[in-house]
């Protein structure tokens, strides 16, 4: 990773922040971004002196070249993407719009993949190849009931990573995604104290969804992103990889099912 430049969407903190971070610790050069400046700002200040961040918001059609763009003036390249922004608003069918659709699947799926054209375009023209890695969700493969555009978008993202993970890597450039289950995040903790749940909610969770006797961090989430960034994951090209503490095919749940 030493050297490298690498931008990092939504970064300002949760898993975002915490790849962001990581990279930097094994050499590369970060760049963050997301929608806030002074959050930003403090991001990049408690990461390392010198990081550069960016102020742009993926509704925007022309958010993905700015910010690709962005990091090639301030660094001169970039190696690699880790496409983690996106929206986590709750849906059922019943409270879902049309226009909700259209902006989770603008934020969580188109810019993402225009975001991959703008730095693929850019890697080409370098030719050195260079990795991209998508965050996407367990949820993919079906969803929980109140997570139906979410979990749509995060599907599709999937696809576009084994889409394109079959036509890169003759450029030597790797695409692959994580679908990452239940993680501790900031923003995971502002969603459950809007929906009404006490301080303490993640000792409430029965232990079938934290079998470790926790939920993923953003850190062990961080270090799975950055192996599929690194060569250390070379040559696999897209793949979709679950980051779980259990199967989501399969699994029975209830730890004593078998005794009722």
């Known amino acids: 990773m030493k050297g490298r430049v690498i931008l990092v969407t939504g970064s300002n903190e949760g898993i975002g922040f915490a790849i962001a971070r990581l990279c930097h610790d094994r050499g590369a050069i970060v760049v963050l971004h997301g929608l806030e400046t002074c959050a930003l700002k403090a991001s990049a200040n408690n990461i390392g002196a010198g990081v550069k961040f960016i102020v742009a918001d993926l509704?925007?059609?022309?958010?993905?070249?700015?910010?690709?763009?962005?990091?090639?003036?301030?660094?001169?390249?970039?190696?690699?993407?880790?496409?983690?922004?996106?929206?986590?608003?709750?849906?059922?069918?019943?409270?879902?719009?049309?226009?909700?659709?259209?902006?989770?699947?603008?934020?969580?799926?188109?810019?993402?993949?225009m975001l991959t054209k703008a730095a693929v375009a850019a890697m080409v023209a370098?030719?050195?190849?260079?990795?991209?890695?998508?965050?996407?969700?367990?949820?993919?493969?079906?969803?929980?009931?109140?997570?139906?555009?979410y979990s749509a978008t995060k599907a599709a993202l999937a696809t576009m990573t084994r889409n394109l993970g079959?036509?890169?890597?003759?450029?030597?450039?790797?695409?692959?995604?994580?679908?990452?289950?239940?993680?501790?995040?900031?923003?995971?903790?502002?969603?459950?104290?809007?929906?009404?749940?006490?301080?303490?909610?993640?000792?409430?969770?029965?232990?079938?969804?934290?079998?470790?006797?926790?939920?993923?961090?953003?850190?062990?989430?961080?270090?799975?992103?950055v192996f599929w960034l690194s060569d250390e994951s070379s040559p696999v090209n897209g793949?979709?990889?679950?980051?779980?503490?259990?199967?989501m095919i399969g699994r029975a749940f209830g730890s004593n099912w078998s005794d009722d």
């Open 59 to 113: 509704m925007d059609t022309g958010a993905p070249d700015k910010i690709i763009d962005f990091v090639i003036a301030q660094h001169g390249r970039i190696d690699g993407l880790v496409n983690n922004a996106g929206m986590l608003d709750r849906c059922t069918l019943e409270t879902a719009s049309a226009e909700l659709a259209d902006r989770m699947f603008a934020v969580n799926f188109r810019a993402p993949l």
């Open 126 to 149: 370098q030719g050195n190849g260079g990795s991209i890695v998508n965050i996407g969700s367990v949820n993919s493969s079906c969803g929980a009931p109140t997570l139906l555009i």
């Open 166 to 225: 079959a036509s890169l890597g003759r450029d030597r450039i790797r695409i692959n995604q994580i679908d990452v289950g239940w993680t501790a995040t900031e923003s995971e903790h502002r969603i459950q104290a809007i929906e009404g749940q006490p301080e303490n909610w993640q000792e409430m969770i029965p232990s079938d969804y934290r079998p470790s006797g926790a939920l993923l961090s953003a850190k062990q989430v961080a270090r799975h992103a």
């Open 239 to 247: 793949q979709v990889n679950e980051v779980e503490q259990y199967p």
